[in-house]
């Protein structure tokens, strides 16, 4: 385990003047979520996702000495050209992350980025895109140290990950990952997701999402609002204390494969996490009329077919398929022969389970 001090560097044997390194991270689909924050990107509760294996952020960081004038010097590229509106969120994550990558004045960096799934598609890229800009930096931090170990590399580039977006500490790793302290998951911290340690069952292998683009627009409530919203809310407490309740109880379903009760928690955590920004003042309702049509064609086609699969819901009209991947035939006909009609432009993407951020 690591503390906040582990991840202040003393001094560095090594210097590098100029390079660059190429990393994709994948998204992440949680089961429990994250809602609610406290100072310094600390959870509320604990949470636990899937890693994703095709929706993916590749990232380029391109370094060169500079002389130190007090400032950050960056470029930031989006597909190649130049993004001058995502640049103050790369430097407020700068400025976070400075205290633990002291070099950072050093260097001019160019930021290249791009995603694997559509810009306008409504898929967040904050977690891939934080992921991979963490798993560069670390890179740079192994060239100035490279003793240092496999371990304190992930465990950090989560923790980066983590103060730029919280839910981006989960993209760095495969293929289920936890944040959060919670008691009965050894090395479980507040700081950085960890791998899930314990015995995962087969019929998670593989594990298919079908993301339905049920609305591409801008999201209605930024993850900071929400997570604000969380803040006197007059369920906190009791919602809080559910998600520890969850996640324990996923460690016996995670082990026994009983797909009827992972079904329950992860439903009633995509439409808990909804009821919370139901009935947080201000109040939002972010599911759109065919976010619920697919919501009933889903529990009707489960209960005609027996077909275990299941729903679970972002911040957003979007709804995650989740299904054994035997199944996928028969599930993929499904979505195209009755969900494709309440998807935006009839847009859906096809992911599963993956093993978290690569270097190229
Ligand atoms: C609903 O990670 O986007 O997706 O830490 O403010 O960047 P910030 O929030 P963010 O919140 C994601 C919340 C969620 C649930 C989850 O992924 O656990």
Redesign the pocket.
């Known amino acids: 385990m690591f503390e906040v001090d582990h991840f202040i560097p003393l001094e560095y044997n090594n210097s590098i003047d100029q390079g660059s390194f190429s990393w994709s991270a994948p998204s992440n689909i949680?089961l429990v979520?994250?809602?609610g924050?406290k100072e310094n990107?600390i959870p509320a509760n604990p949470?636990v996702?899937f890693t994703l294996n095709n929706c993916k952020t590749i990232t380029t960081l391109a370094f060169a000495k500079r002389q130190n004038d007090g400032n950050f010097s960056f470029d930031l590229l989006f597909e190649g050209k130049s993004k001058e509106d995502f640049k103050p969120k790369i430097q407020k994550f700068l400025e976070r992350v400075e205290r633990y990558l002291p070099f950072l004045k050093d260097y001019h960096f160019t930021i290249d980025t791009q995603n694997t799934f559509p810009h306008s598609s409504g898929i967040?890229s904050?977690?891939s895109g934080m992921a991979a800009l963490a798993m560069n930096f670390m890179s740079l931090e192994k060239k100035l140290n490279p003793a240092m170990t496999d371990d304190y590399f992930y465990s950090k580039a989560s923790f980066l990950a983590r103060l730029g977006?919280?839910?981006?500490c989960r993209s760095v790793k495969g293929q289920v990952v936890v944040w959060g302290s919670q008691a009965n998951i050894k090395g479980s911290s507040d700081l950085y997701g960890v791998e899930y340690p314990y015995t995962i069952h087969s019929v998670f292998k593989n594990y298919q999402d079908t993301i339905l683009l049920v609305d591409k627009g801008e999201k209605q409530v930024s993850?900071?609002v929400g997570?604000d919203l969380m803040h006197n809310h007059p369920f906190a407490e009791t919602r809080f204390a559910q998600a520890h309740t969850n996640l324990d109880q996923l460690i016996t379903i995670f082990e026994s494969g009983n797909l009827e009760e992972f079904i329950k928690i992860v439903e009633s955590e995509a439409l808990t996490?909804h009821a919370m920004m139901m009935t947080s003042l201000p109040y939002f309702i972010l599911m759109k009329p065919n976010t619920l049509q697919i919501i009933n064609a889903i529990w009707k086609f489960r209960n005609e077919t027996k077909i275990p699969i299941c729903f679970t819901l972002?911040?957003g009209a979007n709804v995650h398929v989740l299904y054994p991947n035997e199944y996928k035939e028969k599930v993929l006909q499904f979505i195209t022969a009755e969900l494709v009609g309440y998807c935006q432009n009839g847009q859906y993407l096809c992911d599963e389970i993956g093993n978290g951020a690569l270097l190229s």
């Open positions: 949680a979520k994250y809602w924050k990107q949470s996702s967040a904050s977690a977006s919280g839910s981006a993850s900071t997570h996490l972002d911040a």
